[in-house]
């Protein structure tokens, strides 16, 4: 095993191919108006599901998730403390890995999925994840963290529901993949104001101004839950997932 000499330099930035310890975001290093809901070492300010046993934890300075809660069924989600209106959430994340497969089918820009000649939508099997952000306590308004071709961002309860105009649907469908490759670090910048959703991930604005009707006033902030561990396997929608810096300015 390479060993590194103690010095300042080994203090201040690891062994080499090591990766430091992320820092939480000080009250000043924040953009004004903005405030931290997580501090880099536990989870205060966060509601962990009761029964969870530990799945949901902070690890060097990260908030990890193995998907394997062991809470309930339908509770097994983080949620903020604190509920938000309208608000600015800005989010690092990172998808660890990719156990399994899941058929994906192709998201044309208006929110329906390709269909073949068989009037069946065309699915390819595809290495994926599945998580995701609840905003206003609303599962409905899930923003999508997972590996689908149209990447990230995605509104999933509101492009699937197709009692939804036509236009509420394209909306909340990605105008682009902005997704980095599995393993690296996302940046989302979320502002929900009213019922109207814009979505910058990574610099790329994959939603802009949707509507959301219905979504509630209020409500926490959530960390989704997703996928099942079995048999010693995931399935291809498990929330192997990683989350940071994650700061809020009410609007």
Known sequence: ?????????????????????????????LPPGF????NGRDLTGWKVPEGDNGHWKVLNGVIDYDARSEAPRGKQDLW???????????????IKDT???????EVLPDGS??????????LTHRPNADSGLYLRGSTKAQ??????PIGSGEVYG????????PEVRAGVTPKMKADRPVGEWNTFEITLRGDRLTIILNGQRVIENA???????RGPIGLQHHGTFKDGKYDGAAALMQFRNISLKEL
């Not at 405030?35 to 997580?38: A, I, N, Q, T």
């Not at 903020?80 to 990172?94: H, P, Q, V």
């Not at 156990?99 to 089918?105: F, H, S, V």
């Not at 999925?113 to 065309?122: A, R, S, V």
Request: hydrophobic share 45%.
């Open 1 to 29: 095993m390479k060993r590194c000499p103690v010095s300042l330099f080994v203090l201040a930035f690891g062994c080499a191919g090591v990766p430091a310890v992320p820092a939480a975001q000080s009250p000043a290093a």
């Open 35 to 38: 405030v931290s809901l997580f």
């Open 80 to 94: 903020s403390a604190r509920e938000y209106g309208d608000f600015t959430l800005k989010i690092d994340w990172r």
């Open 99 to 105: 156990p399994g497969t899941y058929p994906m089918p």
């Open 113 to 122: 999925h390709k269909l073949g000649p068989d009037g069946k939508p065309i």
């Open 143 to 148: 923003v999508n963290i997972w590996c689908w």
């Open 158 to 165: 509101y492009r699937m529901d197709k009692a939804m105009p």
């Open 211 to 217: 509507q959301l009707p219905g979504v509630p006033a």
